[in-house]
Structure formats: C-alpha cells, structure tokens
C-alpha cells in the first residue's frame, strides 16, 4: 500500500513557474513508476509525465515536452514536478500516482493522491 500526499499547487500568472512534490508513505517507494496526471474542469483527467523507478526513464505529454520536468528522490520518498513556462490551458487538478511496472495509462496506476489544484491566470 502506497499513501500519496501532493504540495505545492497555486495560483501563478502565464509564464510563471511552480514545482509540484509528492510525498509518499511506504518502504517500498522505490519499486514504483510515478506518474503525474491533470484534470481541467469539464474535461477528463490525463496523462502528463512519468517517471520509472530509478528515474533513468520518463515520459511526457507532447503538451508538456520542454516545460515541464519530473524527478525524484527516493531517500526522501518524493517525486517532484516542475513546471516552467506555465499556460492558462495548464490550469487543472495535478494528481499523483503510483504503479508497478513501466507505463502511461491511466487505469494501470494503483495509487492516488487527492490532489493539488494549479490555477494558471492569463
């Protein structure tokens, strides 16, 4: 069992910056894929950036390729997201999760944050 707890959301202007943590609970932390998903109102939730375990591996929405980055720190059990160059379609509920494995989908992540809403003003 994994418990995910994101920080570090908030309101920014258009072209600003944040960095997103995740901090999880567990001992085993360093066996999982994290990933980074949003949801905008109105829309469904989707895939954003992953990370595998060791961090040598990732992946991102072309939405995001060259702006954001994600990185992790398993002696602190934290995966972070930084997020430069923001836009207003960047405005979404940033969620946290966990799988086993190496993947992008939705549905194979296990393990879920409650959340952390970045508001992107224009």
């Known amino acids: 069992q994994v418990q995910l707890v994101e920080s570090g959301g908030g309101l920014v202007q258009a072209g600003g910056s944040l960095r997103l943590s995740c901090a999880a609970s567990?001992?085993?932390?360093?066996?999982?894929?994290m990933g980074w998903f949003r949801q905008a109102p109105g829309k469904e939730r989707e895939f954003v950036v992953s990370?595998?375990?060791?961090?040598?591996?990732?992946a991102y929405a072309d939405s995001v390729k060259g702006r954001f980055t994600i990185s992790r720190d398993n002696t602190k059990n934290t995966v972070y997201l930084q997020m430069n160059s923001l836009k207003p379609e960047d405005t979404a509920v940033y969620y946290c999760?966990?799988?086993?494995?190496?993947?992008?989908?939705?549905?194979?992540?296990?393990?879920w944050g409650q959340g952390t809403q970045v508001t992107v003003s224009s």
């Open positions: 999760a966990a799988r086993t494995g190496w993947g992008t989908p939705l549905s194979e992540y296990k393990f």
């Open positions: 567990g001992r085993t932390f360093n066996t999982y894929t």
């Open positions: 990370i595998n375990w060791s961090g040598g591996r990732t």
